[in-house]
């Protein structure tokens, strides 16, 4: 892979220690990934990007996992941020159309 470092390098798909992409003990990765570990994404925009769930879940896990994930964003906000800390949000699939979430009722 450290041959394709200048193609994949500056696309970000350059596999990363800190994002949990590289790891010695791949045997733990599985297993936490499997326990349920997401990971949350910032984009440049202050979008918070993370996985909930696989079409396959019904609708009552999937709901479980938008408030597990949201209860952990709001955990960490940071105590210099004032007013609301989210503002919007959405569902949506890989590639479909977002589907708006009503964040004063979560």
């Known amino acids: 892979v450290g041959r394709l470092g200048k193609v994949l390098g500056p696309r970000g798909l350059m596999p990363n220690p800190k994002t949990g992409t590289?790891?010695?003990d791949t045997a733990k990765a599985v297993s936490e990934i499997k326990g349920g570990k997401i990971e949350f994404r910032v984009d440049k925009?202050?979008?918070v990007h993370f996985v909930v769930g696989k079409a396959s879940f019904s609708a009552e896990q999937l709901n479980e996992n938008i408030s597990a994930a949201l209860e952990e964003i709001v955990r960490l906000k940071p105590s210099s941020s004032k007013g609301r800390y989210i503002t919007k949000g959405a569902v949506s699939?890989?590639?479909?159309?977002?589907?708006?979430?009503d964040v004063n009722s979560i």
């Open 93 to 101: 699939t890989t590639f479909g159309p977002g589907i708006p979430l």
């Open 22 to 24: 590289v790891t010695p």
């Open 45 to 47: 925009h202050s979008n």
